[in-house]
């Protein structure tokens, strides 16, 4: 079964909008196993979705196609589709009622404008947009049926698993059982997993692939068929083991996010001092609704009277170590947490580039610091050669990890290979 | 002259990266009034390229392909180009040079494999690559100059303007002066620029564009030839007069940025206090090397205890007015300029969502407040309908605006047309 998407929209091609919603599709796709061939992205103009239809449809046994199916002028991928088929557009009597009862359910007229979304290839098998005004469609041309659905993400993202997978499963006998599982890593490139990971054997039926989201590198193993899904735990475990401390969570995009899990989970509570992270830290962790639950306060203090004045760093701590140091930042996240009696503080001080670093401490040095009740753990780490986005990136992920590993029972301060550190 | 983009590798095709480049090079490219009429991605397969090298030869003019350039086996595109033109590849000399110079001159052992990035197709001509050890070229095949570049987003984003951008204009003699000028607008719609701006009379050879990069939408006016960028001037001041305090800058792609560079051009500082932004605001402006040399403190208040504690809200405050309030706002700007004494503080408290909403004060109201040294100015905001992200990033910028406009010397409160306000 050969799979390839159509992207239509001036927007996209034009580069107003980066396109998402592709890749978005193609790891979804990938979850169930399935490859997405190519993908052709065009704009609005009738002659060139015609073409591309025509042509492809010779090629693929299935092409998505997003976005066209709005109510504006610009919106042409049915009359293109029927262009393409050579048949009139015929009005879907079951959407235009939808349509209806859309509008009149929210309180809204229905332009006239919004009847062309009912307009559907002759040929075509509508297929359902449950959160939408935009109908989706399929039809048949040469060797592929071509399915469309609407560009709006929030709408898209419903359809493909609702609509699309289960279909192309039925029509091309997909019905082999799947399952992915998602190891999320830090602290390791992908040249250097993948040489970790070459001493794996994978059982039949199981792929290995990876995913970059900066600063994290996932591990995807993908299992097809049930023997293959019943090896997965085994396999898992035996990445644990290789990767040791290099594997942070598991089917989570984010220490952010696993962090976020467990605080709330724990019932602990958090406050952050930060000062070369600028309110990353904080600001991942207010991203998740219900963080209020766990974080009293982020201080970003950037300037040493701020770190003096409200975390109640020594000025001396100060003039004798500098404020990109273990004194430093132990004394910010002790002063972070005491002030209002948080459970934890996480701190961190550090030089994210790309100017003012020294011989002694290099751009992309940094102290991070994480205090408990019962005491401070702290580390300096290297980061160079990384942009200030990355260093930034890379102190918020290691703090989470020091203190997602604290409430895991852990040693806070690990080794992570692409990481140096300071010796104390 | 029709321009395609074919983009290379299975990291973009299959999702694991969303790919940057393309958007940015259509984006670039349309500054130059070029249109990209077609992008095409496929994977690492060598019959996959040498197909669609092929087959779009015959339809484009020019075809800027990108990636597929560097030292490992799945680096295919010079092979593939040298298939699809049925000729041999060939070591360039000159640039084998240049490998052996980079590889010493970085005090690194030059692996084998990197001496494949000097093999080129016979009849390619050299494009130079000044910042990598991906050699890029231009080969001819039926209609089209096919141009290779490396994937690495910084060695791309050197080329293109160096390289590419300079042998389209000889080659296709695109010699006509062009210009740009942005105007970044807030709390507009784009169907609501679109029917203001439809009044404006457009001088012949100047076109009108938007980008939407949320929570802004970007307003583009191109220029082509020495009359339209003549009367560029007279068309932004006509824009500014249309759309009013909707435009908030020019030349910038976000309000942090503008205001990055009004503060340190007055060399004033700044404090925040922030709760439901929590922290973004103030990683922000941290994003921006030197920012220390303005920003203080950046206080991300959550909890009603730390905005006492901290920033000394009063008690009776809160109990009187709740957390988001114009009150409260207000003491939380006043208490965070006074803690260091800084030039300025902005504060923001609201309901970011998707649930602690009330029918007085309903998911999406927003209290922002900035303090100067001669007082406070605030405001409610209503952003009903928003995501939590975008109240985050409507809230920021709002407070980014009024501390623009004060630092202006521009009244600090104006109204947006899609941002109601709540009466005081």
Redesign the interface.
């Known amino acids: 079964m050969k799979l390839e998407m159509i992207c239509t929209g001036e927007?996209v091609?034009?580069?107003?909008?980066?396109?998402?919603n592709?890749?978005?599709?193609?790891?979804?796709m990938?979850d169930e196993g399935i490859?997405?061939?190519?993908?052709?992205?065009?704009?609005d103009r009738l002659e060139?979705l015609v073409e591309?239809f025509r042509e492809r449809s010779l090629h693929a046994d299935v092409i998505l196609v997003n976005g066209g199916l709005g109510p504006t002028t610009d919106d042409l991928s049915a009359q293109a589709m029927a262009e393409a088929k050579g048949e009139p557009l015929v009005e879907n009597t079951e959407w235009r009622q939808r349509l209806e009862d859309w509008f009149s359910k929210h309180n809204r007229v229905m332009a006239r404008s919004n009847l062309k979304q009912a307009m559907l290839p002759e040929s075509a098998v509508m297929v359902d947009n449950p959160v939408g005004t935009a109908c989706g469609f399929r039809v048949k041309l040469n060797r592929a049926w071509l399915f469309f659905t609407p560009g709006v993400p929030f709408e898209f993202k419903r359809m493909i698993p609702e609509q699309f997978i289960p279909f192309i499963k039925q029509e091309f006998q997909l019905d082999t059982a799947t399952k992915v599982k998602k190891l999320l890593t830090l602290g390791q490139g992908e040249s250097m997993l993948q040489d970790k990971l070459s001493e794996l054997e994978l059982p039949e039926g199981v792929t290995l692939?990876?995913?970059?989201s900066m600063p994290y590198i996932e591990i995807k193993l993908f299992a097809r068929g049930e023997a293959a899904i019943a090896a997965l735990d085994t396999l898992v475990s035996k990445v644990h083991f290789i990767l040791g401390t290099g594997v942070v969570a598991e089917d989570k995009p984010s220490l952010a996010e696993e962090l976020h899990h467990l605080l709330l989970a724990k019932g602990k509570t958090l406050s952050?001092a930060?000062s070369c992270?600028?309110?990353?830290?904080?600001?991942q962790?207010?991203?998740f609704?219900g963080?209020?639950a766990y974080?009293?306060?982020?201080?970003?203090?950037?300037?040493n009277?701020?770190k003096v004045?409200?975390l109640g760093v020594k000025p001396q701590t100060l003039d004798d170590y500098g404020a990109v140091s273990i004194e430093t930042v132990e004394e910010m996240a002790a002063g972070a947490r005491a002030?209002?009696d948080s459970d934890y503080a996480l701190s961190t001080s550090g030089i994210?580039?790309?100017?003012g670093g020294t011989d002694a401490k290099p751009v992309g040095t940094v102290g991070i610091a994480l205090a408990t009740r019962y005491g401070v753990h702290s580390q300096m780490i290297k980061l160079p050669r990384r942009s200030?986005?990355l260093v930034?990136q890379l102190s918020s992920a290691v703090a989470y990890d020091m203190l997602r590993r604290e409430l895991l029972g852990e040693a806070p301060i690990v080794d992570y290979d692409s990481i140096g550190r300071f010796a104390r």
Not at 13 to 20: A, E, H, K, N
Not at 22 to 28: L, V
Not at 277 to 283: A, I, K, Y
Request: charged share 20%; glycine share 10%; hydrophobic share 40%.
């Open positions: 927007e091609l034009s580069g107003q909008i980066v396109d998402t592709a890749a978005w599709f193609a790891d979804t990938m490859e997405v061939a190519r993908r052709i992205t065009v704009g060139d591309v692939g990876y995913r970059s952050a930060e992270t600028g309110g990353m830290l904080t600001s962790l207010v991203a609704p963080s209020s974080l009293m306060q982020g201080l970003v203090t950037y300037s009277e701020a004045k409200i002030l209002l994210a580039g790309p100017d200030r986005e930034r």
